[in-house]
């Protein structure tokens, strides 16, 4: 799906010493360095969390969101999910970041039922697998965002509302399935 460049601006970061100036280097951090016994890739395992990173808006308590993202056409749609997607991993290359995370509707839209919601995880995970494959960056973790819907005002485990325990347990069992088939590390 990826034929656009979304960040040609940068370069690949790499690693060039404490001396270098160039602000989009590691200057310390040398992934094949060997610090008691394992490389510095192995003990720092840098990953790109698709919330904090793509989706989060940057929330003022006292207005409106104060960052926009020209990938990012705000729909909540496949075709956005799978842009988001392909730039995320586009800077991941870029940055040499070998993990992502992410909360289940970071990912993928929400449908109008757990089934549609389902379905577009579903393909939006098998997208992923495909960038997986295409650059060698894996998953480290996921989990389901059981916070922001209205859903859950009065919890998701907790909830004295059935429905929404049920749709909590479901939104979890799918969140194991997904970390299983996109081979999460943690």
């Not at 360095?33 to 840098?46: D, N, P, Q, S």
């Not at 496949?78 to 730039?87: C, H, P, Q, S, T």
């Not at 389902?118 to 939006?124: A, F, P, S």
């Not at 295409?134 to 005002?153: C, D, K, P, V």
């Amino acid at each position: 799906m990826a034929s656009k460049e979304y960040f040609p601006q940068v370069s690949k970061v790499e690693y060039k010493g404490e001396e270098s100036t160039d602000p989009l280097s590691f200057r310390w951090y040398n992934a094949d360095e060997v610090i008691m016994g394992k490389t510095m890739a192995e003990w720092c395992r840098f990953t790109m969390c698709f919330w904090h990173t793509w989706r989060f808006k940057g929330l003022d308590p006292f207005g409106g969101p104060t960052m926009t993202r020209a990938f990012d056409d705000e729909s909540d749609t496949l075709d956005n999910a799978f842009r988001r997607i392909d730039a995320g991993f586009e800077l991941m290359q870029k940055c040499q970041i070998e993990f992502y995370s992410f909360h289940d509707l970071d990912i993928s839209p929400a449908g109008k039922t757990l089934q549609e919601t389902e379905d577009n995880l579903d393909k939006v995970t098998d997208y992923l697998l495909v960038k997986q494959k295409e650059t060698g960056i894996g998953l480290l973790w996921a989990t389901q965002n059981m916070f922001s819907h209205r859903r859950y005002m009065h919890g998701a485990a907790t909830s004295p509302n059935a429905d929404v325990f049920a749709y909590a347990c479901a939104a979890a069992k799918k969140t194991v399935d997904i970390t299983l088939k996109l081979g999460g590390a943690n």
